[in-house]
């Protein structure tokens, strides 16, 4: 009897430690995704030579874990650049999205910018 006891908890701890390091891989793609959307939107919203992508209407690029557009990758990066609420800005909406064997997952920032 004792070793079908001990048969169970090791069973529980063994399943509860796949679950943790599951939602622990999760967290870390969801943190990196988060890293990467922010890091374009500040590009958007610091550096004057983005003015050529905030004349389209958008864009994508496949993302290493360090956000860097390096043809393949983990992440696909897109943006999306729409009119603002007044005439001088534009709305840029970044969604950086990736897969893991379960689903896909995505995470979605805005902001406003002075465009061309």
Known sequence: MAGVMLGVGLTAIFSSF???????KTTDRMTTATAIANGLLEDFAVDSTI????????GSYLADDFGRDSGSG????SWDVTPGPITELKR????VRWTTT????????FTYVRGA
């Open 18 to 24: 796949a679950t943790f390091a599951a939602l622990a």
């Open 102 to 109: 379960v689903r896909q997952h995505h995470v979605t920032f």
């Open 74 to 77: 983990s992440y696909t990066v």
């Open 51 to 58: 003015d050529a992508r905030l004349a389209g209407a958008g």
């Open 92 to 95: 840029v909406d970044v969604t």
